[in-house]
């Protein structure tokens, strides 16, 4: 059994969805995240790619300050190519769905390769450890994309 979604959410996620594809091919993003003690705003620049529906975020070390508040308020607001989002992030805790959204990222990011490759190599012989990390991102007012 299907369940109708109203006119109106169906417009606003394709809506949403093609304010994305607009903005899809630019290298960057501001992430604005709130701090988990203070509650203040603070803005970061990282990578980001769409893959069909799904939005991910991911960094190369899961300790960083903005990872850690994304995880405690998960709300977030993106500026990408002067596009305005609001969405809400869910960490991948789950290997699989961090190994697709990190798949993704390394298709858009493919001039980094090399770099990203010596990691992967250093992190196999044990020299460096896989910190890395990703976000799926919902966003507010379309429908989720899970």
């Given at each position: 059994m299907s369940v109708a979604v109203p006119?109106?959410?169906?417009?606003?996620?394709?809506?949403?969805?093609?304010?994305?594809?607009?903005?899809?091919?630019k290298q960057t993003l501001t992430l604005t995240h709130y701090g988990r003690k203070s509650g203040n705003p603070y803005e970061v620049t990282i990578w980001f790619v769409l893959d069909g529906k799904k939005f991910y975020i991911s960094t190369a070390n899961v300790n960083r300050q903005w990872v850690r508040n994304v995880q405690k308020t998960p709300q977030i607001k993106l500026s990408i190519g002067g596009e305005k989002f609001e969405g809400t992030a869910r960490f991948l805790?789950?290997?699989?769905?961090?190994?697709?959204?990190?798949?993704?990222?390394?298709?858009?990011?493919?001039?980094?390769?090399?770099?990203?490759?010596?990691?992967?190599?250093?992190?196999?012989i044990g020299v460096m450890r896989d910190n890395s990390g990703s976000f799926e991102v919902s966003f507010a007012g379309a429908e989720h994309t899970s």
């Open positions: 006119a109106e959410e169906k417009s606003m996620e394709s809506s949403t969805l093609a304010r994305l594809k607009k903005v899809a091919a805790a789950d290997r699989a769905e961090h190994e697709r959204a990190m798949a993704a990222i390394r298709r858009k990011y493919w001039m980094y390769m090399p770099i990203m490759a010596l990691g992967q190599i250093l992190t196999a």
